[in-house]
C-alpha cells in the first residue's frame, strides 16, 4: 500500500493548486503558442530548442545547456538533491517548415498543427518553473527538464536514448508530458517495428499486359500476404497499415509504391517473428521478375516498463481521480521505450483535450490544462516523497 503520509497532503493540496493555476493563465497559453508557431519538424527542432533554453534561462535555472543531440537541458536544484527526477517532452512535430504554423486562439481552444503533438506538452515543460513558483513548491529532488529531439518517425527517440546513455546523473524516475490526452496513464512500452516497404517496377510497362497499374499490383500482392498474418487477440497484438503512397496522375501507372506500416504488440518475440514473416514476403516479391522490393526498418520499441500494481502507477491513478480525471490505462510506443531500455520507472500523462490529432485543425481545450498541469505537479510530489522507494 501506498504510505497515506506521502499522498494525503497531496491529494489535499490539489483542488487549490488547480485553482491558483489559473492565474497562469496567459504563460501557459503564451507558451503554448509560441511552442506551436515555432517550425520544429524531426530533425530540425532547433528553433523551438532555443526558445526552450531562453525560457529556462528567463526561469533562472542552472544547467542550461544542448547536448550532441540537440536536446535542450536545464536544472532545478533540489533541496536536498538526494534523488533526481527526469521530466522530458519532445520538441518535433510531424510538420514541415513550409507548413503555415499560425495558432489561434479563442477562450476555449487553441487550434493549429502540432499543438497537440506536442507544443502544447512542450509548453508545459518550459512553464513548470513558473509553476511550482507560483504554487510555491520545493522539492527535495533536483529536477531535470529535458526537451526533446528526432522522437518522432525516423528519429526513433534518439534525443532521448542519446541523453540517457551519456547522462552522468543517476536517474530515479521519469515523466514524459504530452499534450494530449487528460487521464492518459502509459507506464510500459509495447513491442513495436515501423517501417516502409517499397516496390518499383520496370521503368515503362505495357498498360494492356498489366492492366495499367504497375506497382499498385505489386504492392497489393504485399499487403494481402501481410493480412493473411495471424496475429493473436491476447495478448494484444496488430499490424497497422499507415498509409499507401503510390503515383502522381489518373493516366500513369506508376512505377514505384510505398506502403508504410507498423507493428505491435504487448508479447516478448511476437513483433520478432512478425518481422521476420514480412522479410519473407518482401524476398518472395523481390524475387519476381521486373520486381524490386525493399523492407526498411525506421523506428523499434521493446516491451517491458513497471506494473500496473507499481507505487507510481498506483499514485498517479489516487491524484487523477482527487483532480475527478478518468484514467485511461495503456501501453505505449513514445519515450518510455527508451526508459525501459535502462531500467528507470516513467509514466507518460497528457495535459488536456484535444482534436483532430495530425491535422491542420489539430486543437486542445484550454479549461482542461489546469487540471493537466496540477496532476503533473502531484506525480512529482509523489515521486520526490519516495513512492518508488517502495
Not at 83 to 98: C, E
Not at 250 to 255: D, G, S
Not at 259 to 285: N, T, W, Y
Request: hydrophobic share 40%.
Amino acid at each position: 500500500m501506498l504510505s497515506n503520509d506521502v499522498l494525503e497532503p497531496i491529494i489535499k493540496d490539489l483542488p487549490a493548486h488547480r485553482e491558483a493555476l489559473t492565474g497562469l493563465r496567459e504563460i501557459l497559453l503564451a507558451n503554448a503558442v509560441m511552442c506551436g508557431e515555432i517550425p520544429s519538424p524531426t530533425f530540425g527542432e532547433e528553433a523551438l530548442v532555443r526558445f526552450l533554453c531562453d525560457r529556462f534561462t528567463e526561469s533562472g535555472l542552472q544547467n542550461i545547456s544542448t547536448d550532441e543531440a540537440g536536446n535542450a537541458i536545464a536544472l532545478i536544484p533540489g533541496g536536498e538533491g538526494k534523488r533526481t527526477v527526469l521530466v522530458s517532452a519532445h520538441v518535433d512535430k510531424i510538420w514541415d517548415k513550409s507548413i503555415d504554423h499560425t495558432v489561434s486562439v479563442t477562450p476555449a481552444r487553441l487550434v493549429g498543427p502540432g499543438i497537440a503533438d506536442n507544443s502544447l506538452g512542450a509548453a508545459a515543460l518550459a512553464s513548470l518553473p513558473a509553476v511550482l513558483d507560483r504554487l510555491g513548491i520545493r522539492l527535495k529532488s533536483n529536477l531535470v527538464l529535458l526537451g526533446t529531439t528526432r522522437s518522432m518517425g525516423k528519429g526513433d527517440l534518439a534525443g532521448l536514448r542519446f541523453f540517457i546513455e551519456n547522462t552522468k546523473i543517476p536517474l530515479h524516475a521519469a515523466v514524459c508530458v504530452e499534450g494530449i490526452e487528460i487521464g492518459r496513464l502509459s507506464y510500459a512500452s509495447l513491442g513495436m517495428i515501423r517501417g516502409d516497404i517499397s516496390v518499383r517496377t520496370e521503368e515503362e510497362r505495357d498498360w494492356q499486359r498489366s492492366n495499367g497499374s504497375g506497382a499498385i499490383v505489386a504492392l497489393n500482392r504485399v499487403i494481402d500476404d501481410i493480412l493473411g498474418i495471424e496475429t493473436p487477440g491476447r495478448p494484444r497484438t496488430a499490424i497497422i497499415l499507415g498509409s499507401i503512397l503510390a503515383g502522381n496522375a489518373y493516366n500513369v501507372a506508376p512505377t514505384k509504391a510505398t506502403l508504410r506500416f507498423e507493428v505491435r504488440s504487448e508479447q516478448p518475440g511476437m513483433v520478432a517473428r512478425i518481422h521476420d514473416r514480412i522479410a519473407e514476403i518482401v524476398e518472395r516479391v523481390n524475387a519476381e521478375d521486373r520486381v524490386k522490393a525493399r523492407l526498411d526498418i525506421i523506428a523499434r520499441r521493446r516491451p517491458g516498463g513497471i506494473d500496473f500494481s507499481h507505487p507510481m502507477v498506483k499514485a498517479t491513478r489516487e491524484i487523477m481521480g482527487a483532480l475527478g480525471i478518468q484514467p485511461k490505462v495503456a501501453p505505449s510506443t513514445n519515450e518510455l521505450s527508451a526508459l525501459v531500455d535502462k531500467g528507470i520507472p516513467g509514466v507518460t500523462l497528457g495535459i488536456t483535450r484535444g482534436e483532430e490529432k495530425h491535422s491542420i485543425e489539430e486543437s486542445v481545450e484550454v479549461a482542461p490544462i489546469f487540471s493537466g498541469i496540477a496532476q503533473l505537479v502531484g506525480v512529482l510530489r509523489a515521486i520526490d516523497g519516495g513512492i518508488c522507494d517502495e
